[in-house]
């Protein structure tokens, strides 16, 4: 599985952004994806997954309720729709793809990574 990220790029502090991933290959319903962050100089960090096993999805604390992770398997797609970004929330967004359906919020249980798309939100 090849995963592209794409959709980052500068936004003001309240504003919106929709990340895509688009995966390659086949039997993209089997697998589970992840979002990961990294911001300049932290390590990287777990945002949200959706998993394929049951549509079982889960945030992070920082994001929650700010942050939605969505799929479409017709189109080979994860999307990640953030709402009031804040400054914090500046890093490099990337993709993540599993055929594990548990501890998700884990980056080792994912095999398939994306190249990361940079996300800035200052004013």
């Known amino acids: 599985v090849q995963l592209q990220a794409s959709g980052g790029g500068l936004v003001q502090p309240g504003g919106s952004l929709r990340l895509s991933c688009v995966a390659s290959?086949?039997?993209?319903?089997?697998?589970?994806l992840g979002w990961f962050r990294q911001g300049l100089g932290k390590e990287r960090e777990f945002v949200a997954y959706?998993?394929?096993?049951?549509?079982?999805?889960e945030y992070s604390d920082s994001v929650k309720g700010r942050f939605t992770i969505s799929r479409d398997d017709f189109k080979n797609t994860v999307y990640l729709q953030m709402d009031n970004l804040k400054p914090e929330d500046t890093a490099v967004y990337s993709c993540?793809?599993?055929?594990?359906?548990?501890?998700?919020?884990?980056?080792?249980?994912?095999?398939?990574w994306g190249q990361g798309t940079l996300v800035t939100v200052s004013s």
């Open positions: 959706f998993s394929w096993s049951g549509g079982d999805k």
């Open positions: 290959g086949r039997s993209f319903s089997a697998y589970s």
């Open positions: 993540a793809a599993t055929q594990f359906r548990l501890g998700l919020r884990s980056q080792n249980r994912y095999d398939f």
